[in-house]
C-alpha cells in the first residue's frame, strides 16, 4: 500500500491492528540489514509517497520533511538556504529521511557531526493501532520526560511508523579541503586513524579503504588509503586544522600525502568513495556486508582479527570503513556455492570480534533480519528484556515489522 499522507498511514494501521495483520514499513528498500523485507504474509507499507518538504526554517535552524523525501534533497534544500544537513549515508542519493530514521543512519560525516539521532528534533508518526501523534516540539532542549523521538530513533519501524520528521540544521562550512593518505599495510594505516584521534583531531571524515578496495573504485594502487576531509568557518581555521591533519598523518607513518583543494577534486574523490559499495556487490557472485563498530583505539586489533578470519576461512575479506569513528565494512567475498557454510561462518567471526574488542554488531544499518540471531547471543538479557516490554507497550499485538530487531 502507498498513502500519500499521515492520515492514509493510520487508516491503514487501523485496517491492520483490527485484523491481527502484520505491516512492514518501507522506504526506498536501500537498507542492508533486511528491515524492509516482509517476514512473512501482510501489508507491505510504503512511505515513498510522504516526500513533501517544508520550506527551510533558517531563523531557528530546521526543516520538516515527509518521511519518504530522499536524503539528498533535504541537503539541497539545507544548502539552498545556506544551510547544511551532515548525515550522508552512501546511498544518500536514493534513501529516505524515514529509513535513515530507522537505522540511525550515519555515513562518512559522523566522525565530526554525529548520525541521524542527533538531528531529529520531533516526530510525527503513526500508532500500531492507528492513533496519529507528534512527539513534542522541535525545540533543541526540552525536559518534559523522556523523548519519544529519540526512542523511534533506531527501532526500525517496530515501535511506530514515522511519517514526517523535523531536522536540525547547521551552518554550512565556508570551505573543504580532501587530502588521501597511502600506507604500506592496512594495520599502519589503522594505527594511524587511531593517532588521530588520540591527538584529538576532528576531521570532518576519516575513511579507510584496503588494497581490495582501492582497486575496486580505481584509486592510485596502495596497501591502504585513508581519505581524509577537513572543513571549517573560514581559510584561516580550514589551513590550521588541514597541516594539523597533514602533521599527524606524516607522523603515523604515512608513505604520500596528496591534498586536494578544488571542490571538483575533491567530490571525483567523493565519488570514487561511493562507487565502493556497487563495486563490492559486483566484484564476485556472492556478497556479505557487515557493519560493525569498535572504539577506534581497537581499530588495528580489528584489523588484524578480520585479516585472521579471511585466511583461516579461506575468503577474500574487503574492509573500507568510518574509521574516525571505529565503524568497518568488512565485505566477505566468494563465487563457489560450496563457499556458503565458510562465508557465513566467517561473518559471525567477525561479528563476534567486534564486540570481543568492546564494540557492536551494528553501526548504521540497524539489525533487521540478518542479525537478529547474533543480538540474542551478544545482548545484555536484561537489557533485552526492556526492549521487548517496550515493543508490547507500543505494539501489544506485535504487528509492526514483525521478526525485525528483536530476537
Known amino acids: 500500500m502507498r498513502p500519500a499522507d499521515a492520515a492514509g498511514v493510520a487508516a491503514v494501521l487501523a485496517y491492520a491492528h483490527e485484523r491481527a495483520i502484520p505491516v512492514t514499513p518501507m522506504g526506498a528498500r536501500s537498507g542492508l540489514s ?3 523485507v516482509p517476514s512473512g504474509n501482510g501489508i507491505a507499507l510504503s512511505l515513498e509517497r510522504l516526500d513533501a518538504i517544508s520550506p527551510v526554517d533558517g531563523q531557528n535552524l530546521r526543516v520538516t520533511v515527509g518521511a519518504g523525501v530522499r536524503t539528498a534533497d533535504v541537503q539541497r534544500a539545507a544548502h539552498e538556504a545556506r544551510l547544511f544537513y551532515p548525515p550522508d549515508p552512501a546511498s544518500l542519493a536514493r534513501s529516505t529521511i524515514g529509513g535513515n530514521i530507522a537505522t540511525n543512519a550515519g555515513g562518512p560525516r559522523c566522525f565530526k557531526y554525529g548520525v541521524t539521532a542527533d538531528y531529529v528534533l520531533a516526530l510525527e508518526a503513526v500508532t500500531a493501532d ?4 507528534l512527539t513534542g516540539p522541535a ?22 511508523v514515522v511519517t514526517q520528521a523535523t531536522l536540525r540544521l547547521v551552518p554550512a562550512p565556508a570551505g573543504r579541503v580532501a587530502a588521501t593518505a ?14 588521530i584521534v588520540a591527538e584529538g583531531l576532528t576531521p570532518s571524515a576519516l575513511e579507510l579503504l584496503d588494497a581490495d578496495c582501492v582497486e ?6 596502495t596497501q591502504a588509503l585513508l581519505l581524509v576531509e577537513v572543513d571549517g568557518a573560514d581559510a584561516a581555521s580550514l589551513a590550521t586544522q588541514l597541516a ?3 602533521g599527524a598523518l606524516r607522523r603515523a607513518g604515512a608513505r604520500t600525502v596528496e591534498l586536494a583543494c578544488d571542490e571538483r577534486d575533491i567530490d571525483r574523490l567523493w565519488e570514487a568513495r561511493r562507487a ?20 577506534p583505539t581497537r581499530i ?8 585472521q578470519i579471511a585466511a583461516r576461512r579461506g575468503l577474500r575479506i574487503p574492509v573500507f570503513g568510518h574509521a574516525g569513528d571505529g565503524n568497518l565494512h568488512p565485505s566477505v567475498l566468494y563465487d563457489d556455492e560450496r563457499d556458503v557454510e565458510a562465508a557465513h561462518a566467517a561473518e559471525a567471526d567477525i561479528l563476534r570480534a567486534a564486540v570481543e574488542l568492546g564494540g557492536t554488531i551494528s553501526a548504521e544499518h540497524g539489525i533487521g533480519l540478518l542479525k537478529v540471531p547474533f543480538l540474542a547471543e551478544v545482548a545484555d538479557p536484561v537489557a533485552l528484556e526492556l526492549q521487548r516490554a517496550l515493543k508490547r507497550g507500543f505494539d501489544p499485538s506485535g504487528i509492526l515489522n514483525p521478526g525485525k530487531l528483536l530476537p
Do not use: N, W, Y
Not at 182 to 195: P, Q
Not at 216 to 221: H, Q, R
Not at 300 to 307: G, K
Open 276 to 295: 565502493l559499495s556497487p563495486a563490492l556487490t559486483s566484484a564476485a557472485a556472492h556478497h556479505l556486508f557487515q557493519d560493525v563498530c569498535v572504539p
Open 244 to 246: 594539523r591533519v597533514e
Open 139 to 160: 525545540t533543541r532542549k526540552s525536559a518534559t520526560g523522556p523523548r519519544l523521538a529519540q526512542l523511534l530513533v533506531g527501532s526500525e519501524g517496530t515501535l511506530a
Open 300 to 307: 588495528p586489533d580489528a584489523l588484524r582479527r578480520i585479516a
Open 130 to 133: 492507528g492513533r496519529i501523534f
Open 182 to 195: 597511502s600506507f604500506d599495510s592496512v594495520d599502519a594505516a589503522g594505527e594511524a586513524v587511531a593517532a
Open 216 to 221: 575496486l573504485v580505481g584509486l592510485p594502487a
Open 34 to 36: 533486511g528491515g524492509a
